[in-house]
């Protein structure tokens, strides 16, 4: 499997309909890729919470239709990042869009754990309440986003999903960079799956972001690393190395506790 994630920068002296075109003219790049992944909120920056009910857009919205496009331009599988999505009730989500290569959305994730700590996207966004897993021919990814990679539970729902391929579009700000590489390669090794973690570059809103999108393999091997600007990282790996790896090291074998409700 060939994948690229594409760090795009997300700084204020774009508009987002200037970097939406950006965004989708490096997705077309990535023809003869079989995946492409985009960061989370890209659109407007993670962490620029007063422009979040402004630039919310239904889920069908310009974002999903230029990325349906892109998809279906290049012909490959497109995990596009998150949009700040305005929900048919009226609340905020911060939502996750896939599409096929034929541009069909095959998946939405609404962000479950938000983050803010009772301000910013914890209070302004609702809560999405199911994980979500996508069938791809060779391979299922779980799909989750950003904070989401601090718990570890929703990760194992995935694999017990049939997840081998972990994908997390993210804004991580630079000063926690360290935690960002060091979860990614946790949540890899402690489910023997693949780990696509994509976060933006730039300035979100007077936070600099981490960058470092990194590929990890079910050995906790980090594969490729981006650094911390704007690029491409594009990586080959082997999808069915994960089932050798569960065959060769039966570890969630044994697990325990959370298969059986516990006994009063």
């Not at 929900?87 to 609404?110: E, I, M």
């Not at 301000?119 to 897993?133: I, N, Q, S």
């Not at 074998?253 to 959370?258: A, H």
């Amino acid at each position: 499997m060939r994948a690229s994630l594409i760090q795009i920068a997300v700084n204020e002296d774009e508009t987002v309909e200037a970097r939406r075109v950006r965004a989708a003219a490096l997705v077309r790049e990535q023809a003869g890729a079989d995946l492409v992944v985009l960061p989370e909120l890209w659109t407007t920056g993670a962490f620029a919470f007063e422009e979040f009910d402004a630039a919310a857009e239904p889920l069908r919205g310009p974002t999903y239709e230029a990325m349906a496009k892109a998809a279906s331009d290049a012909g490959v599988w497109l995990h596009a990042g998150s949009v700040p999505e305005r929900g048919p009730d009226g609340r905020l989500y911060n939502t996750s869009l896939v599409f096929s290569p034929a541009g069909d959305l095959t998946a939405s994730y609404r962000k479950i754990h938000r983050f803010g700590f009772d301000k910013g996207e914890a209070v302004l966004m609702g809560a999405g309440r199911e994980p979500v897993t996508v069938r791809l021919p060779d391979t299922t990814l779980g799909v989750a986003t950003c904070y989401d990679l601090r718990f570890p539970e929703l990760f194992r729902s995935l694999v017990d999903a049939g997840a081998e391929i972990l994908v997390v579009p993210a804004g991580w700000p630079e000063r926690r960079r360290a935690h960002w590489t060091l979860l990614a390669r946790a949540r890899a090794v402690e489910n023997q799956a693949f780990v696509l973690a994509c976060g933006t570059a730039g300035t979100h809103a007077g936070v600099p972001q981490a960058g470092h999108s990194i590929v990890v393999d079910p050995w906790g091997e980090v594969l490729a690393e981006a650094g911390a600007d704007e690029e491409v990282l594009a990586v080959e790996f082997d999808p069915e190395r994960v089932a050798r790896t569960r065959q060769q090291f039966p570890a969630l074998k044994d697990r325990v506790l959370g298969l059986e409700p516990p006994r009063g």
